[in-house]
């Protein structure tokens, strides 16, 4: 049967008068016609559309020689080639394997596989680093300012692996399907044999060397807080100066209903102790790469007491101590739960109106308070740590009474500077004062610290470095180490002097290994600074300081 003869009678019928002449269509002129017919088109147009889309769709399976034959009207199968009529059936192919890919091709292929999108435009997207304060993380150095959006993308993803670090088991389900895709390979016997050595109930930091017992042992089992100290056998490393890693972790207690005044950590165990004006002691328990990280262990209310300092007793840390701007304060002994309040210091009521600054020495066995101002000088209270009994007070003559103080290393005697400069040092074996010198320059001291454990005299606690903090921002640095015997000078000259702060600076400390001092203040957003520790090295003005 005719293909052409077959349409031209089904569609004659069903479109019997379609674009047949009328009177209105005679009256047209020939261009509106031509118009009529680009934009709508006419009969034949319309039969030969037809007529193709007909052809397509009841031959669009068959081989193209048997598609040609069947528009000419001719439907003879010799004409057809042998391949395209017959399928040679030779049994089941085993298929060919590709060809084994180098370890770049693997890279880029894993790296296609895992990313599920790719934008066209991160090749042409050009970001700064340097105008943008929050992007100034991803630099790899200080003078890097452009990169591409293809980097930054990169660098984007390395910055939240830091944060958020894969967790456990994802790490374990990656490295089993690594180890099964490779079982003829040698296994790492160092991570096996790593993987060994560390018990059951330990948890080992990788970056520290340090093992700490797990926050469920810790809670559970009887006289933990009992437990010497771990002493980490890594030797002393120097840092470089002027570069400083720093990587911000997981905050801690985001959801605190207050201001966070005070903060410390456990001498031994990974617990972090923080209060503030909500009356409120919070316990947490420091791990940054767990899935539920730093999680909270527990609190402790005390009605109406804004509190304004707690710490651990050291060196084992079973007891807390907490104060705030009242008469008395309390203790928590967390090996029985039991907490106690000390209200009072007999005899001395008139020059302890409140409580709310206080330190305790290294050793754990004092306890020094900050005493009303009196005219004239001010008065820190010594009290025995453990029975609270008032042992000794230290004077200093100075206007404005106390700025601060700081224990000596090793906890036999005190530092105390008054808020114009004068210092006093005191030592608690022979309940007197060994020395007094003044400030350089002191404008408003507001606080004090020592460091360097181990390098100064051992008759003033061997303490190699004192630093002094004054109103203006100004902190100056002296050197004890030629300071025993008594032979203090009254008026020393600074080692260093640091002048990064334009603001009171409210806080110094050391690191435990005296390399590194912090200062900063309180009233200037972001007014942090780092400073290496090489006070000796008095050639750069500004050695090792790192801006935050």
Known sequence: MNIDNTIDGETSDAFEGFGSGSEEQQDKDITELELEKAVFGDQAGFYEQLKEHRISGDYRNQPVSAQRSREDGVDDLHLINDADLFILD?????????PALSQQDRESSSDQSEVAWHDSDDGRVMVSLQKNPRLRKLRNYEGEDVVSGKEYTKRLRRQFERLYPVPAWASRTRDHRHQGSNRDRIPNTSHVSSQDSSSEGEVSAEADGISVPPLSRLLQKPGAFDQAKQHVTAGKRKLRPEVIDVQRAKDVGNAQPSAITSIDFHPDHPLLLSSGPASTIFLHHISPHSPNP?????????HSTPLSTAAFQPPSGTKILFAGRRRYFHSWDLSSGRIDRISRLYGHQKDQKSMERFKLSACGRWMGLVGSPRKGGGVINVLDANTMQWVAEVRVESEGGVADFEWWGDGEGLTVVGKGGEAVEWDGRQKRVVGRWVDEGAVGTTVVVLGGRGGGAKDLGADRW?????????VNIYDRKSWGGGQIPTNPKPRRMFDQLTTPTSHLAFSADGQLMVMASRWKRDALRLELADFLNTARKDHGACFF
């Open 90 to 98: 030779s049994g089941p192919t085993v298929p060919t394997p590709p």
């Open 294 to 302: 730093n999680p909270l262990l527990t609190s402790l209310h005390i």
């Open 466 to 474: 004192v630093a002094v903090g004054s109103s203006s921002g100004i």
